[in-house]
């Protein structure tokens, strides 16, 4: 059985699945040689111009540069820096649109060209068989060589010996319709290409070389065959035909197509013993290590019916499109559409102030019979024609519609990632989808969620490592604690002879066998109890005398007042016993006999009142006589009389006695005086509600009139005589005040008009022969009897 080496050497080619054969197109620019296109008057160069990190800026605005002075610097690999492609004054360095169909904003050095074209000094040739891999590949770097034929990685990445390599494929299929730059270039240009490969072959040391180029190029693979002659290489270097099918120029499509290998997902082509490049990338790696000149320009077709000769010109990076297509004679007014690369994989430019990058391999500007007119998408008939042409294998009406609904998870699932983007499936819609446009904007969208999800997972690891250190550094701080701990231990049982804390247990094991433990040596429940509530008590007493207790430093010192006032009392009780002892003994202060007369005064009321409640309570049945009432009348004047005739005498009393004796309180008794009289009036009223059913006689109500002009008449009496004694008592000088008489005197001036009062409303009863009449007797009574009240209420304030 043949090896693989030896099944390619012989021709034979593998299949993969899908693919298209749309219309060529190849014929109109390859009729010309390759044209250098002008210098322009300023070039827009991109910072970043291929997949990775980009460079540090080492120019400033305002430095004049020369052709081939890098502008970026980086030690990584995956930063390839960028040059000077001419002459020139950096005029600035600010965010241009990038050359991407985003278009999103991206660094950019703006570079005015003096036309002047001065280089940087010539390098001398290296001699690549006298270097080892990692050298060249530090050379290839700092050329800037990038992948020029798809999405730029960065070539000497690639170029390692770390693991053995197999084979080498050039990718010189060029399967795009229009682009024939690296068919020009192979036709022009086969011995700088062998050469390039003899020096990746020294580099990775391959058991096999395979150019793959598509039958459609008659030419150049007749070329690169010669080239193969001369230098004597056939059994290392073959050049392989395949059919012209689109999308050959892939990656894994060609390797499988070449070797019969299929690269898995997530694989690259170095783990299975492959390397791949592109006949552009060949040639500019033998431009940096045989002519040691960095990648400032690159071949491009400018083709399209808007172009009068479309043709290949070498054009520096940076130049403007603009530049190209006034250069080139383009009618833009004819132009269907300005489109960045092929018909296939390209895209659409809104206007032409982008520049030419290291990948843009041509620029297209059609008419509007050369491509399909672009209409509104119709709706997915679910034909599968995708499905059938898409060489991953991928389904693309699936891929569609979680685009649309931006689900990552399903996207993943059915492998967007995987796209190439090769277009087959748009070209063979039959409603017109743009399908790999919705497939770039989602591959955007999982990057940015695979993004997040990457940094959710740092920081959960840095979190997770944080926690470990911290539990770390505890448990270390534990130790040492604890070692501490037994070192004080040993320390202290060195100098006591005993473990501390083996002595410490026991001490509080007996303490609570003592407090658990009666005298009897059982433990008794109840005593336990009674500790805990004596406990309680004296925690509450303390509690108690904690709040209530006053530092004796914060009270004051009271003993010389309390002193003084003992000493005031004991002068004042020993004054009075004098005064006493000085008085006759059968002589009675007129004081206490007005206090007597009030008493008994006071006494005959209440005796009054109970005889009046005593007949209410025995009218119901039997109707006692209204004799009742003038009794009770009687007594009460009667005892109104004795009190303002006690009070007369005290007041005489007072004007003959020489020894200083209280002042006679006037006030009092005319109060006195007034209770009595009200007193009277409610018994009156009592006996008048006991007479509802036996009409009372009108003389009573006259006795009643009598009795109460008697008791004006005395009041009146008594008011003069508490007149005459204030006047007596200030000529004797008597210590009672004169507004005491002045009260007495408004008091009975008011009981008075409430008499007479109470008269009037006698009298009118007097008329009535009627039960009813007896109701309005009772109203009288009560009237009179709450002016009494009011009358007393006006002499204390009075006093006040």
């Known amino acids: 059985m043949m090896s693989l080496i030896e099944q390619i050497k012989n021709g034979k080619l593998w299949r993969y699945l899908g693919g298209i054969h749309p219309q060529q197109n190849k014929t109109q620019s390859t009729s010309l040689a390759i044209t250098t296109a002008s210098i322009p008057k300023h070039l827009i160069i991109p910072v970043k111009q291929h997949i990775g990190q980009g460079g540090q800026i080492i120019v400033a605005s305002g430095d004049r540069v020369l052709k081939g002075q890098p502008l970026t610097a980086s030690d990584s690999f995956m930063a390839v820096p960028i040059h000077a492609p001419t002459s020139g004054t950096i005029e600035h360095i600010a965010q241009y649109p990038s050359t991407h169909p985003s278009a999103t904003p991206e660094i950019a ?63 010189a299929a060029e399967c795009e319709p229009y682009i024939t730059s690296d068919d020009v270039l192979m036709r022009e240009r086969a011995d700088d290409i062998i050469q390039g490969i003899e020096i990746l072959r020294h580099m990775i040391k ?30 290392d270097i073959i050049v392989r035909k395949v059919p012209t099918k689109y999308p050959n120029g892939g990656e894994k499509q060609l390797i499988q197509m070449l070797t019969g290998k299929e690269i898995s997902k997530g694989q690259i082509p170095a783990q299975s013993g492959i390397v791949m490049q592109n006949v552009g990338t060949v040639y500019a790696v033998k431009q940096a290590i045989i002519d040691r000149q960095p990648l400032l320009s690159r071949i491009v077709t400018l083709t399209g019916k808007a172009f009068p000769q479309p043709r290949n010109v070498q054009a520096l990076i940076g130049t403007p499109i603009s530049a190209l297509l006034s250069e080139f004679d383009c009618d833009e007014t004819k132009a269907a559409a300005i489109i960045y690369g092929g018909p296939m994989m390209g895209f659409t430019l809104p206007h032409t102030q982008f520049s030419l ?20 998408a119709d709706a997915c008939i679910r034909c599968g024609e995708c499905s059938e042409v898409c060489p991953v294998d991928l389904l693309p009406q699936q891929l569609h519609w979680y685009s649309l609904a931006k689900d990552v998870k399903k996207l993943n699932d059915y492998n967007l990632m995987d796209c190439i983007e090769c277009g087959a499936c748009s070209y063979v819609c039959p409603s017109q989808i743009p399908l790999v446009h919705q497939y770039r904007i989602a591959k955007v969208e999982v990057r940015a969620h695979d993004a997040e999800l990457a940094a959710a997972a740092i920081a959960k690891e840095r979190f997770e490592k944080r926690n470990e250190r911290l539990a770390l550094e505890k448990a270390q701080r534990e130790q040492r604690q604890k070692e501490a701990a037994e070192k004080r231990r040993a320390a202290a049982k060195a ?42 008590k004296a925690k509450k007493a303390a509690a108690a005398s904690t709040d209530t207790a006053v530092p004796d430093t914060l009270l004051p010192n009271n003993a010389a007042v309390i002193a003084e006032r003992k000493a005031r009392k004991a002068a004042a009780k020993a004054k ?19 206090k007597k007369a009030a008493v008994a005064d006071a006494i005959a009321r209440a005796k009054a009142k109970k005889a009046a409640a005593q007949s209410g309570e025995t009218a119901t049945d039997t109707p006692a006589p209204a004799v009742d009432a003038k009794k009770a009348a009687v007594a009460a004047a009667i005892a109104r009389a004795k009190a303002k005739k ?46 509802t059913d036996t009409p009372a006689p009108a003389v009573d109500a006259k006795k009643a009139a ?70 309005d007797n009772k109203k009288a009574a009560i009237a009179a009897a709450v002016a009494k009240a ?4 006006l002499a204390q304030l009075g006093d006040k």
């Open 109 to 171: 050095i703006k570079l005015v060209c003096d036309q002047e074209d001065q280089a940087m000094p010539a390098q001398p040739a290296l001699d690549y068989k006298q270097l080892s891999t990692s050298e060249l590949q530090q050379h290839i770097s700092q050329a800037g060589v990038a992948g020029m034929g798809g999405a730029g990685f960065p070539t000497a990445v690639k170029l390692n010996d770390r693991q053995p390599i197999e084979f080498l494929l050039i990718n």
């Open 206 to 235: 391959p058991s096999l070389s395979v150019i793959g180029i598509e039958d459609n190029k008659p030419d150049a693979a007749q070329a690169l065959e010669t080239a193969i002659k001369i230098l004597n290489l056939s059994d």
């Open 357 to 376: 990058t290291k990948t843009g391999n041509c620029i297209l500007t059609p008419i509007k019979d050369e491509i399909p007119q672009v209409r509104e």
């Open 495 to 536: 100098t006591t002879g005993e473990d501390p804390v083996k002595a410490a247990m026991e001490r509080i094991k007996k303490a609570k066998a003592a407090e658990q433990t009666p005298a009897n040596g059982q433990a008794s429940k109840g005593s336990a109890v009674a500790d805990a509530i004596a406990r309680a």
């Open 576 to 594: 009075r016993e004098a005064e006493d002892s000085e008085q006759v003994p059968t002589a009675t202060s007129p004081a206490i006999e007005a």
């Open 646 to 691: 006690a009070a007369a005498q005290s007041g005489e009393t007072a004007t003959d006695t020489p020894a200083p004796a209280p002042a006679v309180d006037a006030k009092k008794a005319a109060v006195a005086a007034a209770i009595a009289r009200a007193k009277a009036k409610k018994a009156a009223a009592q006996s008048g509600e006991t007479e």
């Open 706 to 775: 009598i009795a109460a002009a008697v008791a004006r008449a005395k009041a009146k009496k008594a008011a003069a005589q508490s007149l005459q004694s204030e006047a007596t008592e200030s000529t004797t000088e008597t210590p009672a005040p004169a507004v005491d008489a002045k009260k007495a005197a408004i008091a009975a001036a008011v009981a008075r008009a409430k008499a007479k009062k109470a008269a009037a409303q006698e009298k009118t009863t007097a008329v009535a022969d009627s039960p009813a009449l007896a109701v």
């Open 790 to 793: 009011k009358a007393k209420k």
